[in-house]
């Protein structure tokens, strides 16, 4: 980049505030900004409520790239309306408290940023980046929350300079609302493809499915999945990563379908435990339950862009923005949301040597044109632009 970028950016401040659970997208734009040593670099996780693997609260500041020891700070995760309540509560006075001021604030949900605009009034910021992750419109029991959530993302969103969109889907909401083109950006659940290892081939039947253990994703048909592809090939196996409320549930369908020696659950692993293994699996499944309301139609999926950037062909579940881009490019298949139909198209890419090389390529390719490092470049160089004007 060039040294007005270099520059501009090392010049700025930054907080990052997000209900964490799993590596994502808070780790990744820390990494970023921690290689580009920014003049400080503040980090809040808060826990995230429906996987409360992350018990309390973490502020981590950095100063021109020297990270100063965590504090830890005691919260609430249930039950999940309060929490959210009580932690926007928490996140306002902890950065009163601070004494410090910022450049920027990129929050992660309409609550952080509702939060993060008082706190601009309240001069702590210049600017609010809200980064939305996409509009669940079922994420609470009640009507009456859901109605009130998105009233809030809709004034987060029209009340904060820039907005970044995980999902295309989101930009066409955004631009309804009234926002101008300028100041929203597509930043899709991409990694820096440099963070991952990536072989060009991979004859192996290993199949991985990464993720939460939750019914949103479909997990319950994994064993089904596998127990008919034995049928074809017998020595096919698949690895689970991740937790959730399903993963007892699962651990006894795996037992009771006798598939112990082919489904093995591996919990939650951090990145920098399984970044280098991914490319030596012949196949990732992505299980989406279809639906128009919850959070995955305007959000984007990581596990995709992950299996992607490692070079694995995709098996995903179909009508969805990004399940598209897996036909359109050729890097696998979209199906409909059954066990055979899941099972019919692994078994495919599992069997045919040809069929299995020549996604793999088309994903390493394809990758590279979505390499978050140069995504999160052109983002923050226009950003940095509009702040000169």
Same mark, same amino acid.
């Given at each position: 980049?060039?040294?007005?970028? #270099? ?8 907080? *990052?505030?997000?209900? +964490? ?15 580009? =040593?920014?003049?400080? *670099?503040? @980090? ?8 409360? $693997?992350? /018990? ?12 100063? @020891? ?16 009580? /932690? ?21 949900? !309409? ?7 008082? $706190?601009?009034?309240?001069? @702590? ?28 993302? &809709? ?54 499915? $990464? ?19 034995? =049928? ?37 692993? &951090? ?16 299980? +989406?339950?279809?639906? &128009? ?11 995709? #862009? ?14 969805? $923005? ?25 078994? /495919? ?11 793999? &390529?088309?994903?390493?390719?394809? !990758?590279? =044109? ?13 950003? *940095? ?5």
């Amino acid at each position: 980049m060039s040294n007005y970028f #270099r520059k501009s950016i090392k010049s700025s401040s930054f907080l *990052l505030v997000a209900n +964490y659970a799993t590596y994502g997208f808070q780790d990744l734009l820390y990494e970023y900004l921690l290689k580009q =040593k920014v003049q400080l *670099l503040t @980090k809040i996780n808060l826990p995230l409520p429906e996987l409360p $693997l992350l /018990q309390h609260i973490e502020v981590t500041n950095v100063y021109l790239g020297r990270e100063e @020891k965590t504090k830890i700070i005691s919260s609430m995760v249930q039950p999940t309306t309060a929490s959210y309540l009580f /932690q926007a509560m928490q996140y306002l006075l902890i950065v009163l408290a601070s004494g410090k001021s910022y450049d920027y604030v990129i929050a992660q949900n !309409s609550f952080l940023a509702f939060i993060s605009i008082i $706190l601009r009034v309240l001069g @702590k910021y210049r600017h609010v980046i809200y980064y939305s992750h996409g509009l669940d419109r079922t994420r609470f029991g009640h009507p009456f929350f859901n109605r009130l959530y998105q009233l809030l993302d &809709t004034y987060s969103a029209t009340h904060s300079e820039y907005n970044w969109c995980l999902s295309k889907n989101m930009i066409a909401i955004r631009k309804k609302q009234g926002i101008p083109s300028g100041n929203i950006f597509w930043v899709p659940a991409s990694i820096p493809i440099s963070s991952l290892h990536r072989e060009k081939n991979n004859n192996s039947h290993k199949i991985i499915f $990464l993720g939460v253990l939750n019914d949103k994703n479909g997990v319950g048909i994994l064993p089904d999945i596998v127990r008919e592809i034995q =049928k074809k090939i017998p020595d096919a196996t698949l690895d689970i990563m991740g937790e959730g409320n399903m993963k007892n549930e699962i651990i006894d369908k795996v037992k009771n379908l006798k598939l112990e020696k082919n489904i093995r659950i591996l919990g939650n692993l &951090t990145f920098k435990q399984f970044k280098d293994l991914l490319t030596y699996y012949r196949v990732g499944i992505v299980t +989406y339950k279809y639906s &128009t309301q919850n959070l995955i139609p305007t959000s984007d999926s990581m596990k995709m #862009r992950v299996y992607i950037a490692a070079g694995l062909p995709v098996v995903i579940t179909k009508g969805f $923005l990004f399940s598209h881009e897996i036909e359109e490019y050729k890097l696998g298949f979209s199906v409909n949301y059954e066990v055979k139909a899941f099972a019919n198209k692994i078994i /495919q890419i599992l069997s045919n040597d040809h069929l299995n090389k020549k996604f793999r &390529t088309n994903a390493l390719a394809y !990758s590279k =044109k979505l390499d978050l490092t140069e995504i999160y470049n052109k983002t923050f160089l226009a950003i *940095l632009r509009k702040k000169e004007k």
